[in-house]
């Protein structure tokens, strides 16, 4: 449940954006530019939906910045695209699988096609699953790569491991105390 810290409503002051598990929604207090915030704006993530992630990038290449959300007991991941002056549409909902229990989401342009795709640690089933990006914020089926029996990712992160100027993934294993990576061939 990480904070996020990103401008979302264009007014230059960067705005303070929350995943609400209890709530089923994703929150946002908007910066007036002086240390003050406004009350919680909320987006549904629909009912039960128990939202335990957000990542904020922009994925149809509209220059705004949208919300990509892991809702947990749901089992799918939502995208919420900015609407601009600090609304968004419904979210779009992409399955990560039955009971996959999405930890955590981030969004980074992982098959180089300069088009931000999401990465997405599904903790119940096991295996870090990817949504390729269309290039119009709507993605592909969920590509699966299993992490292995009686493991359980949870956290991620992205980055060149091996120098070959490719993203590798990296995820914390939270039932073995211990970190998994693929390293992108």
């Known amino acids: 449940m990480s904070p996020r810290v990103v401008d979302v409503n264009g007014d230059t002051h960067p705005d303070i954006i929350v995943a609400h598990p209890g709530g089923a929604s994703v929150g946002i207090l908007f910066n007036f530019g002086n240390g003050t915030f406004t009350n919680w704006t909320t987006f549904s993530t629909g009912i039960e939906s128990e939202p335990n992630s957000v990542f904020v990038a922009d994925v149809n290449g509209d220059n705004k910045p949208d919300l990509i959300v892991g809702n947990f007991k749901a089992s799918h991941v939502g995208v919420l695209?900015?609407?601009?002056?600090?609304?968004?549409?419904?979210?779009?909902?992409?399955?990560t699988g039955v009971d996959s229990q999405p930890r955590s989401v981030l969004v980074v342009d992982i098959n180089c096609d300069n088009l931000p795709d999401i990465i997405v640690a599904n903790s119940d089933e096991e295996n870090i699953g990817i949504f390729l990006n269309f290039g119009d914020g709507t993605f592909q089926r969920q590509m699966t790569y299993p992490t292995g029996s009686y493991t359980k990712p949870w956290s991620l992160a992205v980055g060149n491991i091996n120098d070959d100027n490719k993203p590798d993934i990296v995820f914390s294993d939270a039932d073995n105390h211990q970190i998994g990576i693929f390293i992108r061939s």
């Open 81 to 95: 695209l900015n609407a601009g002056n600090g609304k968004f549409h419904n979210q779009t909902i992409y399955s």
